[in-house]
């Protein structure tokens, strides 16, 4: 099994590039949905989050206030402490689940797309190169990141020239957290350019997918943690 890592800094379209992939076939880990399932109430990360930032983190309904978490990571400099706690039982899940694919399906193209790849302190056994085969980093400009973080808070809604310039500095607060796209390039194998039309960026994929289907064609299966 091909284990491919796919990246991207906040508002990249890593999300619209895995989309893209699955409908070429490829099998999908999601750090953001993994992560969401583990801070469900009784598991262990959401009593572990609850243990380290305290019972206001809390809402009514027992649910961890993710808003106020986010704030806590972004706005008040907490970001590694939240990491600390849900990165290694992220990636140990995916290692598991990555195990049951690989067993079912040897010769699989695998994702895992994680916005944090490259900058976690938690690489995991092996290290970032010991779980992943390949790294595909997907790019935009600032300016197209911050516009897609924008839309995506907005939700259809129209914002205020407020809400909109609070909307601004957490994407700018964001982007300062994460490793700058040059330098994450020089770490990965490829490199999508996500800086015009959707056409553009699913002509790419199209060149790229073939590639890693031989690739996967020629891992051994019988390779430990695939």
Not at 160 to 166: I, K, M, N, S, Y
């Amino acid at each position: 099994m091909l284990r491919v890592g796919l990246t991207g800094g906040l508002g990249s379209g890593k999300s619209t590039a895995a989309r893209l992939f699955v409908e070429h076939g490829a099998h999908l880990l999601s750090s953001d949905e993994i992560g969401r399932e583990l801070m469900q109430p009784g598991q262990p990360v959401y009593s572990a989050i609850l243990q380290h930032f305290g019972p206001r983190y809390r809402r009514p309904d027992g649910q961890l206030d993710r808003p106020a978490l986010a704030h806590a990571a972004f706005a008040e400099g907490r970001v590694e402490e939240l990491n600390a706690i849900v990165h290694p039982a992220v990636i140990a899940e995916q290692q598991r689940r990555a195990e049951e694919l690989a067993a079912r399906e040897p010769h699989a193209v695998l994702l895992v797309e994680s916005a944090l790849l490259l900058e976690t302190r938690h690489a995991g056994p092996g290290g970032l190169r010991g779980r992943f085969d390949r790294i595909v980093l997907v790019t935009a400009p600032d300016e197209s990141k911050i516009a897609r973080f924008l839309a995506r808070s907005a939700a259809g809604r129209s914002l205020t020239p407020e809400q909109r310039d609070a909307l601004t500095a957490e994407a700018h607060r964001r982007l300062d957290q994460q490793m700058p796209d040059e330098q994450k390039a020089s770490l990965c194998d490829y490199v999508l350019h996500n800086d015009g039309s959707l056409a553009e960026l699913e002509w790419q994929i199209d060149q790229l997918w073939p590639l890693l289907q031989q690739q996967a064609a020629a891992v051994p299966s019988a390779r430990p943690n695939a």
